[in-house]
């Protein structure tokens, strides 16, 4: 057989490798992670993610290495991060914890691939083109934590069938978040509830938020869907407890930490969808084809612990819809 013909084969032969095998050989696949916030509260959300990827095939600290940078809030970090992961040469960066986070991924690279998870829209956002082809190297996961406080509200309102004042927590700077939390007070005013609408960016405008509570009678609080409200979770939740008010949360996180009820898409699930995709890119897939995925599971938790210490009695209609209860 002549030469040519020899290399032909041996160079389809590698071709037709499975990437299983050839990453085997060349050592573990290594992706990036970058996050907004810090990495306390992530890790259920991380372990989903890589339940995921070891369901199909890659396996951290096997054949596959995580490189983790997290911005702790510090927005203006993001972009030197990124550019950090992409020196490292990752074959793709997960960008969560912040809307912010996708777009300095964007920003420092065009090739390697980008799976964001995001409660705000990624095409108003300017991370996809479009929801079914976003083309380009992004896509990833969508979930409406951001406009769900009206359902919040009706929670509430079942709870407190009296509720006359109430307080709302939003953050100016998010993007959705103040409209989506205006159509919540709206909606209270309608029903003749007097609102008192706070706004906090960080955590020292959180306790001044707090702090214009003292002395005004509150019959309850609702936290809008902030990554840094979410970062800030313990503190939240501790003012709340101070001021003894009935309080809304987005996120199950909230209540496992003493909050009194959240409703909203459940984080765990949209990350557990970003490893699947994870695991479809490193397997030769282009994320450009892949359609953003929408998160459709909700879940409704109750503190009933932290109700009690409230004075308040759970209506059995409340405590049938919820889908976890904590005792």
Do not use: C
Request: aromatic share 6%; proline share 5%.
């Amino acid at each position: 057989m002549k030469r040519r013909k020899i290399l032909a084969l041996i160079g389809g032969a590698a071709a037709a490798w499975p990437l299983a095998v050839r990453s085997q050989q060349q050592g573990p696949i290594v992706i990036g992670i970058l996050n907004g916030q810090s990495a306390d509260g992530y890790q259920r959300n991380l372990a989903a993610f890589r339940k995921a990827l070891a369901e199909n095939g890659y396996v951290e600290g096997q054949n596959l290495l995580i490189e983790y940078r997290w911005a702790g809030g510090q927005e203006d970090r993001l972009p030197a991060l990124a550019a950090d992961l992409v020196r490292r040469d990752v074959a793709l960066i997960q960008s969560t914890g912040s809307p912010s986070a996708t777009l300095a991924a964007k920003a420092a690279t065009t090739t390697i691939p980008i799976i964001f998870s995001t409660g705000i829209d990624p095409v108003k956002a300017g991370y996809v083109e479009s929801i079914n082809r976003p083309g380009g190297n992004v896509t990833g996961v969508t979930f409406l934590a951001a406009l769900l406080s009206a359902k919040r509200l009706g929670l509430l309102r079942q709870l407190l069938p009296k509720l006359a004042t109430l307080a709302t927590l939003s953050n100016p700077k998010h993007p959705n978040n103040a409209a989506d939390m205006g159509e919540a007070e709206t909606i209270a005013r309608s029903m003749g509830v007097k609102v008192n609408a706070l706004s906090a960016s960080n955590q020292s405008e959180i306790a001044a938020a707090f702090a214009t509570l003292d002395g005004v009678k509150i019959d309850a609080l609702l936290v809008g869907a902030d990554p840094v409200f979410f970062d800030s979770r313990r503190t939240i939740v501790a003012l709340a407890a101070q001021h003894a008010i009935p309080t809304a949360y987005e996120l199950h996180d909230f209540v496992d930490h003493g909050g009194l009820m959240s409703y909203g898409p459940s984080i765990v699930e949209a990350y557990y969808q970003t490893g699947v995709y994870a695991a479809r890119i490193l397997k030769g897939e282009k994320p450009g084809d892949l359609p953003v995925m929408q998160s459709t599971k909700f879940e409704f938790v109750i503190n009933l612990k932290t109700a009690k210490t409230l004075g308040l009695t759970v209506p059995p209609t409340l405590l049938a819809t919820a889908d976890e209860v904590i005792e």
